[in-house]
């Protein structure tokens, strides 16, 4: 069965460029995270989605960055005007939990890794 | 800010040796999970703890949650190069359990 699929897996970017990175939940999971893996770091949570709901943002450094997930499927993680510490693996989980207390498995993508120059 | 930290950091030792890393925080998480994460994939979950003093094992992996839920360890068991990768703990707490923080990691490197 397919599991979560990131797209692009590489993107350079020049500094001041938007970019946007893809995310392919598994079919029928209703939560859907985002997570930053900085370089010799673990992975730092971004922003929640239930459905096509965002219940938590809280996690976005700024507000240059933006997700959405408009049908409750795949999602998009925008960013504008990158900047060189923007610089990251950014990795998209997804789970079958249906509230926020609950806890199911993620299921993580390989990730797109952002180069920002 | 609830913190885990990892140690050690780098640990590179022979096939057939035995090993624990370790998962420290001065928080009390309500579950904890280990994770596997290889180059250029994303991280795979190994186990999930969830009560103080649990004990878990995988093969020859042990995976043990500390009675007040702050701590865990990871033991393996005469190591194998293919169990080289960064190990990764994470924790989730109270009513935000999706909400996973994450240690830095231990980077394990087995040589055969």
């Known amino acids: 069965g397919a599991g979560v699929s990131q797209s692009p897996r590489y993107k350079v970017a020049k500094r001041g460029q938007d970019v946007a990175l893809r995310c392919d939940p598994i079919s029928g999971h209703v939560s859907l995270f985002w997570y930053q893996q900085a370089l010799g770091q673990g992975p730092e949570f971004l922003t929640y989605f239930q459905n096509e709901a965002q219940l938590d943002k809280s996690g976005l450094p700024s507000d240059r960055f933006f997700a959405e997930r408009p049908e409750g499927s795949v999602s998009t993680l925008k960013i504008q005007r990158t900047q060189q510490e923007d610089s990251a693996v950014y990795l998209c989980a997804s789970s079958l939990a249906r509230n926020r207390g609950s806890y199911n498995e993620q299921f993580f993508g390989p990730g797109t890794r952002l180069t920002v120059l | 800010t609830q913190l885990l930290e990892q140690s050690p950091q780098f640990l590179s030792i022979q096939e057939g040796e035995n090993l624990t890393v370790y998962c420290n925080s001065s928080?009390?998480?309500?579950?904890l999970q280990w994770y596997r994460q290889e180059p250029g994939e994303g991280p795979v979950l190994l186990v999930t703890v969830v009560t103080g003093g649990e004990v878990k094992k995988l093969k020859r992996l042990t995976f043990q949650f500390g009675d007040a839920r702050k701590d865990s360890s990871l033991h393996i068991t005469a190591a194998q190069p293919g169990d080289t990768g960064l190990y990764l703990c994470a924790g989730g707490s109270g009513g935000s359990n999706y909400k996973l923080t994450f240690g830095k990691g231990t980077l394990l490197t087995v040589n055969p």
């Open positions: 928080s009390v998480f309500s579950s």
